[in-house]
């Protein structure tokens, strides 16, 4: 009974999790160039075993049911576009993160180009910080200027900027900050794209939550953790029951 009171207990704390990482994700629907979050589980078994076994669990037995929350992966799938027409939103067709220097100086990679101008004129992204080129802050004018699908930006003055591109190495070096913005453990090994890429003004990437899809999977979670609690009440019941047996004896 205890191996069963584990199990539904694990299955309870699995899901609890798995609901705040959805529900963030429909917190997050509006937020332009958010990616989606998926909770992995594992068993404790599983985890354990990999850990001892520098990640080799191979014939190694059977591994319990006990769940266990292991890692929350981000989908960085591609979302769709809003055609907005405004000079300042630009959203990126393929490969490759803005660059978004915050008021501290870090760097933040970001999918969401929704930006727009300074009281000095400089581009940036509301609540983050000032968009970068290969050369630093991007200062235009109010909107006479265009941007060319290579990320050359060319103003009324004859300036040129080129929109800073990056790609991380490894995307699991990512982590999620705030308004659709991605900090990078390791950016000493980001690449900055010259192709692979094409950036369209006038529009802005969507958040890739779909919203029934997370509606059905909170739904599936909520019922998951409500049948675990069920199954706890039951095995807790049945040992009260038990006990009262062994103390009088019968």
Known sequence: MIRGFYTAASGMYTQQKKTNVLSNNMAN????????????????SQELVMRLEKGNPENFGRFDIINHPDEVHTDYAQSDFDITNRPYDMSILGDGFFVVKTDDGKELLTRNGQFDIDAKGCLILRGVGKVQSNRGDIKLPKSDFIVSADGTITTSDGKNFQLKIVMPENKDTLSNAYNGTFTDSAPKKQKQLKDGFEIMQGAYERSNVDVSEEMT??????????????????????????????GSGR
């Open 217 to 246: 999977r909170i739904i599936e979670a909520q019922r998951t953790f409500q049948s675990c609690g069920q199954m706890v009440r039951m095995i807790d019941t049945s040992e009260s029951k038990l006990l009262e047996k062994i």
């Open 29 to 44: 629907i509006g937020t332009a160039g958010y990616k989606k979050d998926r909770l992995i589980s594992t068993t404790f």
